[in-house]
C-alpha cells in the first residue's frame, strides 16, 4: 500500500501536511466516524480526498456548492485521480459516464450534490457500488437554525445508514449547538471522533486603519497591487456599483457584484473572477460562499463588517494557496452608527438584539486593539497559543496615551446637553467655537465650553470614534442619531477607572500601504515571466490559472530555480501528474528564455552591448549554482546585466560597485572573462 506521505507528494504535490490534516486523514482512513472543525482554507478537502486514494472503493462526497464540485472535480482529474459528480448542471451523457465508471469500480471520488440525493435510481446504484466513506462537506448546512440549512441534508443520515459505511463531516462552524445538530442528524447520535484545528491563518497579514479620505485610501491601496486578484467588501449595494467604476476609471481591471443583481450576471462575475488573473471584484457579503479560488491575494474592508464572524470568514478567503496575503480593513464613527443602527432597527427580539451589539463590540475592540490583532481575534474563537508577527501592530506596535481626562471632558459634554448631539456639535462645544448651533441652544454657557482646546478637530474625532469602539458612547436611534453614554462609561466618569487610547492612529492615517515585497528583485523578472506562461496555458486549457499551478508554486520555482525535472518535483505543489505535463515547459522559462525576452535585453538589441548582455546571461547560467553546481542559486536581475554590459567595468572592485560582493564573488571573474571575449 502507498503512504500517505507518498501520496501527498505525488498526487497533490504538497510536501508536507497542515497542522491537523496528518491526523483527521488516518482516522478517516482507518474507517472511523470524523468531525472536523476546520477554518475555511484550511486545507479540509484533502482530509477526505486522500484516504480515498489510500484505501481502494469509492468515497462519496456531499457538498452543497456546485461550482466548488466542479473546481474540485476539474482539480483531481488534473492531478490524475478518477473523480466526477452528478449535480443538475450535468447532461445525461456526463451523468452515464458517471455511472458506468461507478459501475466498473474505476472511479474513486464521486462528487453527489444533495438535491440528487433523493433519486433512487442513484441511491440504488450506490448500495449496488463499493462505497467505503462518505464525505460531508459544509456539514452545518444540516442544522437547522443556521443561515445555511439545506432540507436535502437530512437525507445524509438515512444514505449512511442503508450503505452501513463511515462518515466523516466537515465545517468551519464551531459553535457547539451546532456540533450536537450535526452529530445528531448526520451521525445518527454515534459518537464520532471530533478534531477541531487551526482557525490560525498565519500566512493572511491583519491590519485595520481609521477612514481618512476612505477612496484615496483605497485607490491606493489597489495600484500598488496591479495584477493581483482582491475582493473589496463594501457595506451597501450602492457603493459597490460606484467604487468599482472608479476603480476601473484608473485603468484597474475591476467589477461588482451584489445580491441584487440577477443571478446570470452574477455568475459571469464569479467565473470571470476565477479565471482571469487580477480581477477586483467590489462586492457585498453575498460574494464569496461560492467562490473557491485559492490565490485571492488580498481582502479589502472598504466598510466595517456587521460581526467579529463575518470579519474572520471574508478575509479568509485571502491566501487560501498558503501563500502571502494581506487584508486591510477602513473603519470609521460613521461604521459604527451605521451598524448599531442596523442592529436597532432590525426585527429581532431585544435579547438577540444585545447579543448583536455585543458580538459587533468584539470588532470594534479588534478594531482599536492596542497589541496583536491575531492574538485578540482567536482568542474570541479559543485559541491561546497563537504567534504572530504578521498583523499591523507587531509589525509597529502603536502609540498610547492616558486618554482619561479627554474622554471625561466629551463625557461631561455629552452629558451637559442631554445626551441628544453628535460628534461635530459636541467638538464646537469642547473647542469653544461659537458656531450658529451652539448660540442657538445656549451651548456657550456651559462649563464644558472650550475646555478642550488643546486637541484640534481630528484628533477629538479619534477620541470619539475609540470611545464608540471602546462601546462608552452609542448612537441612539430615538435620538436621532444622538450619543448616549453606557454603562461602561461610568467608572470612567466617577475618576475610578482610567482608559488608554492611540495616539498614532491619526498619523499613521496617512501612512502609504506600500506592498509587502514577497519575493527579491532578482526573482521578480522570472516569477513574471513563470505567470505569464501559466496564464498562456490556462487561457489554451479555458482553465482558471492555478489548476496549472498555484502563486505559491510559481515562487517557489523562481526561488530554487529548478535546473532539471528532478528537481523541480521537489517544489512545492508539483505532484507527478502536473510534472509530467508541464514540468518541462516552465524548466525552459526558468533556464533560459526568460532573459532573452526581458525588456532591458530588447532595448539593447542590434547593440555590441546585446551581444554582451547574451554572454553575461549564459556565463551566469552556468555559474547559478556556483562552479560546482551545489550551491544557493544566485543571479543578477537583467537590470544589473543590462548596466554591466553598458559599463563594462575593468576589474573586480568596479563589478562589485554595480553587483555588491556576493555575487561578485560567484561571477565576477567569469563576467570579466566575458567583457575582455567580447571586446
Ligand atoms: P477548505 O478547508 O476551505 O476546503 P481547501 O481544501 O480548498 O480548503 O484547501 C485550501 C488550499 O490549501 C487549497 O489551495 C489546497 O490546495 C491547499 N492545501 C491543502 N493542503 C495543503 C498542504 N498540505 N500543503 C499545501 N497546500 C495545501
Ligand atoms: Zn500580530
Not at 498526487?11 to 497542515?18: H, I, K, L, M, N
Not at 498619523?507 to 526573482?523: C, E, F, G, H, M
Request: charged share 25%; glycine share 8%; hydrophobic share 40%.
Amino acid at each position: 500500500m502507498v503512504s500517505a506521505k507518498t501520496l501527498l507528494k505525488d498526487v497533490f504535490g504538497f510536501c508536507e501536511f497542515r497542522p491537523g490534516q496528518r491526523q483527521i486523514i488516518d482516522a478517516v482512513a482507518s474507517g472511523e466516524n470524523v468531525l472536523a472543525i476546520m477554518p475555511t482554507g484550511g486545507g479540509k478537502s484533502l482530509c477526505f480526498q486522500l484516504p480515498a486514494l489510500l484505501n481502494d472503493g469509492l468515497t462519496v462526497v456531499i457538498s452543497p456548492l456546485i461550482a466548488l464540485m466542479r473546481d474540485q472535480v476539474r482539480g483531481l482529474k488534473a492531478a490524475g485521480v478518477a473523480a466526477g459528480a452528478i449535480t443538475s448542471g450535468n447532461t445525461p451523457s456526463e451523468i452515464d459516464t458517471v455511472f458506468s465508471q461507478i459501475t466498473s469500480g474505476d472511479l474513486r471520488l464521486l462528487y453527489v450534490a444533495p438535491e440528487r440525493l433523493a433519486s433512487s435510481k442513484i441511491q440504488n446504484i450506490l448500495r449496488k457500488s463499493n462505497v467505503r466513506c462518505l464525505a460531508v462537506d459544509e456539514a452545518h448546512c444540516v442544522s437547522q437554525w443556521g443561515h445555511d440549512f439545506r432540507p436535502d441534508y437530512l437525507m445524509i443520515g438515512k444514505l449512511r445508514h442503508s450503505l452501513g459505511v463511515p462518515l466523516c463531516a466537515f465545517t468551519a462552524t464551531a459553535d457547539n449547538e451546532t456540533q450536537q445538530e450535526i452529530i445528531e442528524r448526520l451521525f445518527g447520535g454515534a459518537d464520532p471522533k471530533v478534531f477541531l484545528h487551526g482557525f490560525d491563518r498565519p500566512n493572511i497579514y491583519l491590519s485595520f486603519v481609521p477612514k481618512d479620505n476612505p477612496r484615496i485610501q483605497i485607490m491606493n491601496f489597489v495600484d500598488k497591487r496591479k495584477g493581483q486578484s482582491g475582493i473589496i467588501y463594501c457595506g451597501t449595494r450602492a457603493k459597490t456599483e460606484s467604487l468599482a467604476q472608479a476603480l476601473q476609471e484608473a485603468g484597474h481591471n475591476s467589477c461588482y457584484y451584489h445580491g441584487g443583481m440577477d443571478a446570470d450576471r452574477r455568475k459571469v462575475v464569479e467565473s470571470r473572477f476565477v479565471l482571469e488573473d487580477g480581477l477586483v471584484v467590489v462586492a457585498t457579503v453575498a460574494f464569496g460562499m461560492g467562490v473557491d479560488k485559492p490565490d485571492i491575494r488580498w481582502v479589502v474592508h472598504a466598510d466595517l463588517p456587521k460581526s467579529i464572524e463575518s470579519y474572520y470568514q471574508e478575509i479568509g478567503r485571502a491566501g487560501r494557496d498558503g501563500g502571502y496575503a494581506e487584508t486591510l480593513t477602513l473603519y470609521g464613527a460613521d461604521d459604527i452608527r451605521f451598524r448599531r443602527n442596523q442592529i436597532d432597527e432590525g426585527l429581532a427580539p431585544s435579547n438577540r438584539k444585545s447579543a448583536d451589539h455585543g458580538r459587533f463590540n468584539v470588532l470594534l475592540g479588534l478594531a482599536e486593539a492596542l497589541e496583536c490583532r491575531r492574538l485578540n481575534l482567536l482568542h474570541y474563537f479559543g485559541e491561546t497559543n497563537i504567534k504572530c508577527g504578521n498583523c499591523d501592530l507587531c509589525e509597529r506596535p502603536p502609540e498610547t496615551f492616558d486618554g482619561t481626562e479627554s474622554v471625561r471632558k466629551a463625557l461631561s459634554a455629552i452629558l451637559r446637553t442631554d445626551q441628544y448631539f453628535g460628534v461635530g456639535h459636541l467638538i464646537d462645544i469642547l473647542q469653544g467655537n461659537f458656531t450658529e448651533k451652539v448660540s442657538n441652544h445656549g451651548h456657550d454657557k456651559l462649563p464644558t465650553f472650550g475646555v478642550g482646546k488643546e486637541l484640534n478637530r481630528v484628533k477629538w474625532k479619534a477620541i470619539f470614534r475609540q470611545m464608540m469602539g471602546h462601546d462608552l458612547i452609542r448612537p441612539d436611534v430615538e435620538r436621532y442619531g444622538g450619543l448616549r453614554m453606557t454603562e461602561k462609561a461610568l467608572p470612567i466618569l466617577r475618576g475610578e477607572l482610567s482608559i488608554t487610547l492611540r495616539a498614532d492612529i491619526i498619523k499613521s492615517a496617512k501612512r502609504d500601504y506600500s506592498v509587502k515585497t514577497l519575493i527579491s528583485d532578482d526573482d521578480a523578472p522570472v516569477l513574471s515571466a513563470l505567470k505569464a506562461k501559466r496564464r498562456a496555458l490556462a487561457e489554451n486549457a479555458g482553465v482558471p490559472a492555478y489548476i496549472i499551478f498555484t502563486d505559491k508554486t510559481l515562487i517557489d520555482m523562481s526561488q530554487r530555480r529548478p535546473l532539471n525535472l528532478d528537481e523541480m518535483s521537489q517544489i512545492n505543489g508539483v505532484g507527478t501528474k502536473k510534472l509530467e505535463k508541464f514540468g518541462t515547459i516552465f524548466l525552459a522559462v526558468i533556464n533560459g528564455e526568460v532573459d532573452h525576452m526581458h525588456p532591458r535585453r530588447q532595448k539593447l538589441a542590434g547593440a555590441k552591448e546585446g551581444e554582451m548582455y547574451d554572454l553575461l546571461l549564459a556565463v551566469q547560467f552556468k555559474l547559478s549554482r556556483g562552479p560546482l553546481g551545489v550551491e544557493k542559486p544566485l543571479s543578477c536581475s537583467a537590470s544589473l546585466l543590462s548596466k554591466i554590459a553598458k559599463l563594462k567595468p575593468k576589474s573586480l572592485d568596479e563589478m562589485a560597485k554595480i553587483i555588491g560582493p556576493k555575487k561578485t564573488d560567484r561571477f565576477g571573474a567569469a563576467f570579466l572573462d566575458a567583457l575582455n571575449n567580447v571586446t
